[in-house]
């Protein structure tokens, strides 16, 4: 089981200062799942416990020189800490940039190593990071868990097939730092979020205890996948009224998901995505958040990269 690559400087700016700090928002442990041709960054996808996460990268994406090989169809997969991984990512940049104005392409190295580490008498799996300066060079060990048997690879790639599929209908929320304002509002009033999303392009959110209800509306937002006209009668309905319709006409679906849950998936707006998207799961069973990322420049998706997530529901979806 070997793997070995050299990260380029567009990878360390992907994964330094955009996407291991959302990562960590997420979960302290993840998993790190490669392949021949991926890097993927996993939560909650084998204990099913809390929001499922997937950060997937083309190796070009983050690599130069990527060589892997392992008796699973070249495929490793193992526990890490998000937090350690980062600071010696960093950490490495930093030893890196000392040595000149910029970082050097391809003079950090990443790779699996077994080490014995002190007062153990067994060797123990690392992710190391190499710096190969001009005289020297500083290695950085990350712990990581024992990689996965056959079996356990075979879990995770089913239960990473599963997480992909695509809700029917898709809205694009313009603008997150909306709904953090009234999320971190939320936090304070309840625990449980109803969310209703419509083929008409409405993302209704709305939180409900003895005391208070306190909603917000996003309408006529961007649709992809199935959508509708909304009737002509709804215009001047409140939203409570026009959502419940929509529920009832089917063209609308509504899941009660935490607070907490909610609030956490926005944190993903530290890795800088172009477009936001929500959808509700086939039969309800989730709300997924999906992120889009835009070729540097451009308005072109960027297929090398692709960033979504899964909410777990509280209560059965309607719909």
């Known amino acids: 089981m070997k793997f070995k690559?050299?990260?380029?400087?567009?990878?360390?700016?992907?994964l330094e200062k955009r996407f291991l700090p959302a990562l960590d928002k997420m979960g302290k442990i993840?998993?790190?799942?490669?392949?021949?041709?991926?890097?993927?960054?996993l939560h909650n996808l084998l204990n099913g416990d809390g929001i499922q996460s997937i950060a997937q990268f083309r190796k070009e994406a983050l690599f130069d020189e990527y060589r892997i090989s392992s008796q699973n169809e070249d495929r490793i997969a193992f526990a890490i800490?998000?937090?350690?991984?980062h600071r010696a990512l960093r950490s490495s940049v930093s030893i890196c940039t000392g040595f000149g104005t910029v970082p050097t392409p391809n003079r950090l190295q990443?790779?699996?190593?077994?080490?014995?580490?002190?007062?153990?008498?067994?060797?123990?799996?690392?992710?190391?990071?190499?710096?190969?300066?001009?005289?020297?060079?500083?290695?950085?060990?990350?712990?990581?868990?024992?990689?996965?048997?056959?079996?356990?690879?075979?879990?995770?790639?089913?239960?990473?097939?599963?997480?992909?599929?695509?809700?029917?209908?898709?809205?694009?929320?313009?603008?997150?730092?909306q709904l953090q304002n009234f999320v971190d509002r939320l936090k304070h009033v309840g625990?449980?979020?109803?969310?209703?999303?419509?083929?008409?392009?409405?993302?209704?959110?709305?939180?409900?205890?003895?005391?208070?209800?306190?909603?917000?509306?996003?309408?006529?937002?961007?649709?992809?996948?199935?959508?509708?006209?909304?009737?002509?009668?709804?215009?001047?309905?409140?939203?409570?009224?026009?959502?419940?319709?929509a529920i009832s006409r089917g063209d609308a679906q509504s899941v009660q998901v935490s607070v907490k849950h909610f609030a956490k998936s926005?944190?993903?707006?530290?890795?800088?995505?172009?477009?936001?998207?929500y959808g509700i799961g086939q039969q309800g069973a989730s709300l997924m958040v999906i992120f889009q990322f835009f070729v540097p420049g451009s308005r072109q998706t960027d297929k090398s990269i692709s960033l979504h997530c899964r909410l777990p529901v509280l209560d059965p979806g309607e719909g």
């Open 191 to 245: 625990e449980l979020l109803n969310v209703s999303i419509s083929k008409y392009g409405d993302l209704h959110l709305q939180i409900s205890t003895t005391l208070i209800t306190l909603g917000a509306e996003f309408r006529r937002l961007l649709v992809v996948g199935e959508q509708a006209t909304a009737p002509v009668e709804d215009r001047n309905m409140s939203a409570q009224t026009r959502s419940a319709r």
């Open 81 to 85: 800490d998000v937090s350690l991984l």
């Open 110 to 177: 990443i790779k699996l190593v077994k080490k014995l580490p002190q007062n153990s008498t067994q060797p123990m799996p690392f992710l190391t990071f190499e710096t190969k300066g001009f005289k020297s060079a500083v290695i950085q060990d990350v712990p990581i868990s024992k990689p996965l048997s056959r079996a356990q690879l075979l879990e995770l790639q089913t239960a990473l097939d599963l997480a992909q599929d695509l809700p029917r209908t898709l809205v694009q929320v313009p603008d997150l730092n």
């Open 30 to 41: 993840c998993h790190l799942y490669l392949t021949r041709d991926h890097a993927i960054f």
């Open 5 to 14: 690559a050299f990260l380029t400087e567009n990878g360390v700016v992907l």
């Open 266 to 277: 926005l944190h993903y707006y530290l890795s800088k995505p172009d477009c936001t998207f």
